[in-house]
């Protein structure tokens, strides 16, 4: 099912597919609409273990914009379509690849939602062409389960520090997807293709809900 979602920054699409009582939000990143291949991979892949899916485009790119919005601005619109998406599950998980994930992470933490858990798939803990680590006070305070799926050949998410962050949060759990970049995608020498990488991200979230009692 597609429609708009109207938010303070202009109507942004949105799909809804799936069934059950749990919703995964599954954000997009800053290059990778929620159109593109890996978040149809992806969306696919957790509708096929149970869960309904919304994905959305924030306004940028629903308004034909390459540079992603500011923070406030990404979070303004994530809450709205988080807000209409709990309107319709018993449960709801957070998720997003890169940029989507952080501004999931910002969400949990800052706006009054209730979130049973945020899933990261390639957290972009070191923004591009910088090489010290994003400031995370935010997700060190937050009480409610993170899952971090990470690429060890992710080089926004260097392996050590993810694994540094995801013991520092309060209830953080590190999935590692051997020989995967920022997007999964593995070395040809592993045997693995990305789609084996995707199954195992999502197979992982889905264990991973089911823990929380989503």
Known sequence: MDFLIETEHGAVPASLAGEGG????LAHGAGAPMGHPWMVGMRGRLIDRGFAVMTFNYAYTAQGRKAPDRLPKLLDVHEAVAREFTQQVNHLVVAGKSMGGRVGGHLAAERDLDVIGVVYFGYPLVAMG???????????SLSTPQLFIS?????????????????????????????GDHSFVPLKRTGRTVEDSLDKAADATARWVASLGG
């Open 22 to 25: 749990t919703g995964v939000l």
């Open 130 to 140: 910088k090489t010290d680590a994003r400031p995370t006070p935010h997700l060190e």
């Open 151 to 179: 690429g060890d050949r992710d080089r926004l998410g260097p392996l050590d520090l993810i694994e540094a962050l995801a013991d520092r949060v309060p209830n953080g759990s590190l999935v590692v997807i051997e020989g």
